[in-house]
T-cell receptor, first 112, second 115 residues
Framework: DTGVSQNPRHKITKRGQNVTFRCDPISEHNRLYWYRQTLGQGPEFLTYFQNEAQLEKSRLLSDRFSAERPKGSFSTLEIQRTEQGDSAMYLC??????????FGPGTRLTVT | KNQVEQSPQSLIILEGKNCTLQCNYTVSPFSNLRWYKQDTGRGPVSLTIMTFSENTKSNGRYTATLDADTKQSSLHITASQLSDSASYICVVSERIKAAGNKLTFGGGTRVLVKP
C-alpha cells in the first residue's frame, strides 16, 4: 500500500494523559498537513510542513499540541494533557504539489 | 473570512436516482476547488479538482461544475448506488502564498442512498 498511513487508527485515553499520533506520507511527497475533524464537520487545518520545516500553524494548535517532522518523512502529532474537547478524528495529508492532497485514514481520538 | 458553505446538510435518495449537491464559497484569491468523498471513519478521497478556467469535470458517475464568477460549484451524482452513501466535502484552496496552500473545507453533505 503506497498511500498515506496513520497510526494508531483509534486511541482511547483518559483526560490529562499525553498521546502521540504518527503519519507516514506517500514517499516522494514533501508536503505534509495535519487536520482535525469533529463529527459532522469538515476537517480544520492544524499545521503544514514542507520537508522538515513547519511553515504554518493554525490558531487551533494550542500550546498543548506539537507536531514534528524531524527528517522530512514521517510526522508525529503530540497532544499533552488531553481534554475531552480534543476528541476528534485527526487526519494527515501529503502532497508533492500544493494541489492534490492525499489523505490518510485518520486517527480517531476519544478522551474519557 | 474565507468560508465554504454546502447544501443540503444531508439528503436521502433512492438507488438509481440522481442528485445534486451545492457549494458556495468566499475564498479569495481562488486557486482551485475540489470535491472529496469521505466514508464514515475514513479519510477523504479526492473526486475532482477544478481550477479557475474549468467549468466542469467528470469522474465516472460524478460530475462537478464550477462558476468562478458567482463562486458556486455543484456535484452531480448520476444513477446513485448504495456505495455512494458518504459525506461529500467541498474544499476551496487559496492561491499559493509563500510555500503553503491553505484549504478551506465545507461542512459536507451527508448522502444516504436507500435501496
Amino acid at each position: 500500500d503506497t498511500g498515506v498511513s496513520q497510526n494508531p487508527r483509534h486511541k482511547i485515553t483518559k483526560r490529562g494523559q499525553n498521546v502521540t499520533f504518527r503519519c507516514d506520507p506517500i514517499s516522494e511527497h514533501n508536503r505534509l498537513y495535519w487536520y482535525r475533524q469533529t463529527l459532522g464537520q469538515g476537517p480544520e487545518f492544524l499545521t503544514y510542513f514542507q520537508n522538515e520545516a513547519q511553515l504554518e500553524k493554525s490558531r487551533l494548535l494550542s500550546d498543548r499540541f506539537s507536531a514534528e517532522r524531524p527528517k522530512g518523512s514521517f510526522s508525529t502529532l503530540e497532544i499533552q494533557r488531553t481534554e475531552q474537547g480534543d476528541s476528534a478524528m485527526y487526519l494527515c495529508a501529503s502532497s508533492l504539489t500544493p494541489e492534490g492532497q492525499y489523505f490518510g485514514p485518520g486517527t480517531r481520538l476519544t478522551v474519557t | 473570512k474565507n468560508q465554504v458553505e454546502q447544501s443540503p446538510q444531508s439528503l436521502i435518495i433512492l438507488e438509481g436516482k440522481n442528485c445534486t449537491l451545492q457549494c458556495n464559497y468566499t475564498v479569495s484569491p481562488f486557486s482551485n476547488l475540489r470535491w472529496y468523498k469521505q466514508d464514515t471513519g475514513r479519510g477523504p478521497v479526492s473526486l475532482t479538482i477544478m481550477t479557475f478556467s474549468e467549468n466542469t469535470k467528470s469522474n465516472g458517475r460524478y460530475t462537478a461544475t464550477l462558476d468562478a464568477d458567482t463562486k458556486q460549484s455543484s456535484l452531480h451524482i448520476t444513477a446513485s448506488q448504495l456505495s455512494d452513501s458518504a459525506s461529500y466535502i467541498c474544499v476551496v484552496s487559496e492561491r499559493i502564498k509563500a510555500a503553503g496552500n491553505k484549504l478551506t473545507f465545507g461542512g459536507g453533505t451527508r448522502v444516504l442512498v436507500k435501496p
